[in-house]
């Protein structure tokens, strides 16, 4: 039977990310099945016919986001709850998470894939929070999303309530969670190993996952941060910087993400460019909780040394947000300032890392990030005809600091329309919101958390 085709015609531009990185005045885009198979002029593509023809003329098209770092299951339903005064929200998104049932987990998640679709997003890491993935399966499906799963493990004490076990036990429940879950809903989702951090884990329980990650032909990810206290600390103990200890213990490779990576020194980014390890940066996390990026953010350094940086953003309470064009927004502004230097991470570099870099650091790069024939057909489709993306003469720049993800009107992941003019049609949105806002109400409730709402009276 002869794949289903979909062309894409006379688009604006096309920001293809590829090897010359052009951007294609007047293109067109030719989708057969799941896979790219003709990009050029629309004059060159004219002759080509297709089942369903998308009039592009005031649309520019990139490829689709992929969001490194996003707990999807981390307190959704409240967000917004947690003050600025508050200090770290932690404690309360972890009792939260453990109280959540499987139902609430499912509907939390619809909502996550909505906000993750129509702002562009065609796939992400979820760090192992979720809980159900058995009940969230046909969200995943529904959506037509890629997803990155695993389940989160620990087997030291920590200062927040994470799912432990014995080392051994940890590493059989991933090899079987791996087993389970890698390659389903044809490829889009992979099951890779999710130990919390360096600090919750053994190094036993870190090098066992790691040859079990390789031995799957899959990945790893875990949180990972550095800086002078830890640095110190880390040194005293093990004669070794926080992250030469992850190189010791066996736990760096080129199928490694390690998220957040702040404040590590010269000889840290050594050590993740001699194994290739990859990292997932989550900019509005870190500028929102205070970091301190002037004094610890490496991105610039990382990513001239050749290490794939991704973005994420982090637990929506963190970020409070998911839009991977405010991301970069963040990514490509808070470096000039922190450095007071303009010419620190530029638009261009943003946007390879919201796309092609970060689909690289997620081991997906020879499938996804750029629209290439061959390539999988995951494509973001942005509205021009807005007040923001006025006047128009350079794509990037006005993508990455004039608009964001609002502007995202249609999104085609392996080859499916899943946002088609600003819809999506798997869930009724209405109906969710109310429902996740009755989730909410009930796991604040049952969980005991009573937090002021807000600073100001509601009335
Ligand atoms: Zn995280």
Redo the contacts with the bound molecule.
């Keep these: 039977m002869r794949a289903p085709t979909l062309k894409i015609e006379h688009a604006c531009y096309v920001v293809t990310l590829d090897g010359e990185r052009r951007i294609i005045q007047d293109g067109s885009i030719l989708v057969e099945g799941q896979r790219i198979s003709r990009v050029g002029k629309a004059a060159e593509l004219a002759d080509a016919p297709a089942d369903r023809l998308i009039d592009a003329r005031h649309l520019l098209v990139t490829p689709g986001f992929v969001n490194g770092?996003m707990?999807i299951s981390y307190a959704h339903a409240v967000r917004g709850i947690f003050l600025d005064d508050l200090g770290s929200p932690l404690p309360y998104v972890f009792r939260l998470q453990m109280a959540m049932t499987e139902e609430e987990e499912y509907y939390t998640t619809l909502l996550g894939l909505v906000e993750l679709l129509k702002s562009g997003t065609v796939g992400f890491v979820d760090?192992g929070s979720t809980k159900f993935p058995d009940a969230c399966l046909q969200a995943y499906e529904d959506a037509g999303i890629r997803v990155i799963l695993g389940e989160c493990v620990a087997d030291r004490e920590a200062p927040f309530p994470l799912p432990r076990y014995g080392t051994e036990e940890a590493i059989a429940r991933t090899a079987s969670f791996v087993r389970k879950w890698d390659g389903r809903l044809h490829g889009r989702i992979r099951a890779w190993a999710m130990p919390f951090s360096p600090e919750t884990c053994s190094a036993d329980l870190l090098g066992g996952l790691k040859r079990l990650a390789d031995e799957h032909g899959t990945g790893l990810t875990l949180?990972h941060g550095s800086g002078p206290a830890a640095r110190r600390e880390s040194l005293a103990r093990y004669g070794l910087r926080p992250t030469e200890y992850l190189e010791s213990s066996g736990v760096l490779g080129p199928n490694v993400l390690l998220?957040h990576v702040l404040g590590l020194d010269d000889a840290e980014i050594e050590c993740l460019a001699r194994t290739g390890t990859a990292v997932a940066m989550c900019p509005v996390t870190a500028a929102k909780g205070a970091k301190g990026i002037a004094a610890l953010g490496r991105m610039p350094e990382l990513l001239q040394r050749g290490v794939r940086v991704a973005l994420g953003s982090?637990?929506p309470n963190n970020s409070n947000h998911l839009d991977m064009v405010r991301t970069m927004n963040m990514a490509a502004i808070q470096y000039k300032d922190a450095r007071q230097d303009m010419h620190q991470i530029p638009a261009e570099q943003a946007l390879e890392m919201a796309t092609l870099i970060g689909a690289q650091a997620l081991g997906l790069g020879h499938e996804l990030g750029s629209i290439a024939p061959g390539k999988r057909a995951d494509l973001v489709l942005f509205d021009t005809q807005r007040p923001e993306w006025q006047a128009l003469f350079n794509p990037v720049n006005n993508l990455v600091y004039n608009a964001d993800g609002h502007s995202v009107h249609t999104v085609v992941v392996d080859g499916r329309v899943v946002v088609d003019a600003y819809r999506q049609s798997f869930v009724e949105e209405a109906r969710l919101f109310a429902r996740v806002q009755e989730i909410g109400e009930r796991l604040l409730a049952r969980t005991g958390v009573t937090l002021p709402r807000s600073r100001w009276p509601i009335v």
């Design positions: 770092h707990h760090p949180h998220s982090d637990s």
